[in-house]
């Protein structure tokens, strides 16, 4: 299988508020929307995007974001976490190292979905040892 697009869709009755929070924090582009649903594309990654739908199935379990994590790698986590602490969005996980080698932080969408957006750092030497396993 050769895949040519990631998109994570969300099933959520906050369709509005989810499209202006990743257009306004995050860039994402809107390419599509409808009266229930919404597609955005990552800025500069024609192959990776987000939407949203209303949970209106007729039978099934409805999924509202909770246990899902979605990740952001960035060039300057820093400057990232400075920029919306300063637009005033609520962190949930304090900027901070991790031995794995990640310097992040955490914050959630309107849907409760983490947003986990990170750098990467070097590793500890403990899994740097792991790591080298793999290859």
């Known amino acids: 299988?050769?895949?040519?697009?990631?998109?994570s869709t969300i099933s959520t009755d906050r369709l509005q508020e989810s499209k202006e929070y990743y257009i306004k924090y995050f860039q994402f582009q809107l390419v599509y929307e409808s009266d229930w649903y919404i597609e955005l594309l990552a800025p500069g990654l024609p192959t990776t995007g987000i939407s949203f739908?209303?949970?209106?199935?007729?039978?099934?379990?409805?999924?509202?974001g909770k246990g899902l994590i979605l990740s952001f790698e960035v060039e300057d986590v820093d400057?990232?976490?400075?920029?919306?602490?300063?637009?005033?969005?609520?962190?949930?996980?304090?900027?901070?190292?991790?031995p794995w080698g990640e310097r992040s932080f955490v914050v959630d969408d309107p849907n409760g979905v983490h947003l986990y957006i990170y750098e990467s750092i070097p590793?500890?030497?403990e899994y740097q040892k792991v790591y080298d396993t793999f290859k």
Request: hydrophobic share 40%; aromatic share 10%.
């Open 1 to 7: 299988m050769q895949i040519k697009r990631v998109d």
């Open 53 to 64: 739908v209303l949970p209106q199935r007729d039978a099934g379990e409805f999924f509202f």
């Open 79 to 98: 400057a990232e976490y400075r920029r919306l602490t300063e637009a005033g969005l609520d962190i949930v996980q304090e900027l901070q190292d991790k």
């Open 123 to 125: 590793a500890t030497p």
